[in-house]
């Protein structure tokens, strides 16, 4: 009986998806779509298997995102997928993962999908910590794509938002020093905009909206400077049980709010 109810649902989910698509491709797109990709090892859990796993699922469906955000004509998208706190992980899983960063940025530079949609990949966040394989793999797949013109997608690999500002006032100063510049000088005349300039994300607008599955409602970090004036979206499914219809609903939420920014 659940197998016949199953079967006959699937027909009424692909019409209300058609009748979503449409209706949201009529709306003002976000030009910037953060995205925290959370709830992996739950899912790996729930399905009985290890932690670990969750992760392979997780690697498929940002492939599956990435294609709806092509499709929706989303100009820059940023995932968030390995965070500085995550290196206190177990060491066995903080290994599978790197073993998976290594995979898949090598798969990357050779993915149809990213070549023939010319999608520019850089990783955003600090090195430190990776193996050398891993910075050598990233390396070339960002070498790889920085000619590319269509799609700019960040993948946030060690990333920390209090360590990202702090790494750029860090480079403001160094670079005031080599101007010559005192530090009376440097905060007399310091504005958000000299801040701004030295993110990882510079020269790319902050993101419009940002989505974050699994249930959990907070930021965690995620582009604490670049999100202050955002809009969030929080959807209960774990993210490698993330819909097209769950994507779709986010992006009519998106649209349906009006954006002030303070005024």
Not at 76 to 93: A, G
Not at 118 to 131: M, T
Not at 199 to 213: H, K, M, N, Q, S
């Amino acid at each position: 009986m659940v197998r016949r109810l199953l079967a006959l649902s699937r027909p009424l989910y692909w019409l209300y998806e058609k009748r979503l698509l449409r209706e949201v491709k009529r709306g003002p797109m976000p030009k910037h779509l953060g995205l925290i990709l959370d709830g992996n090892r739950r899912y790996a859990r729930a399905l009985g298997l290890s932690p670990t796993k969750g992760h392979e699922f997780g690697v498929q469906k940002a492939y599956e995102v990435l294609e709806w955000c092509l499709e929706m004509g989303i100009k820059t998208v940023t995932v968030w997928v390995f965070s500085t706190d995550n290196f206190k992980r177990p060491p066995e899983e903080v290994e599978t993962l790197m073993n998976l960063f290594l995979r898949e940025a090598e798969r990357m530079a050779e993915d149809h999908r990213i070549l023939e949609n010319q999608v520019r990949v850089r990783f955003i966040g600090r090195r430190e910590g990776f193996s050398p394989e891993v910075v050598r793999a990233i390396e070339r797949l960002e070498r790889r794509t920085e000619g590319h013109r269509g799609m700019f997608l960040n993948i946030a690999l060690g990333y920390g938002g209090r360590e990202e500002i702090v790494d750029a006032v860090k480079r403001l100063l160094l670079e005031a020093e080599a101007r010559g510049l005192s530090p009376k000088e440097v905060a007399e005349g310091l504005t958000p905009e000299d801040i701004a300039r030295h993110l990882y994300t510079a020269g790319l607008p902050d993101p419009d909206f940002i989505i974050r599955t699994s249930g959990e409602i907070r930021l965690s970090g995620f582009l604490l400077w670049q999100s202050a004036y955002s809009e969030f979206y929080f959807a209960d499914v774990l993210w490698p049980e993330f819909r097209k219809i769950d994507f779709l609903r986010a992006l009519r939420s998106y649209q349906a709010r009006e954006r002030r920014f303070g005024r």
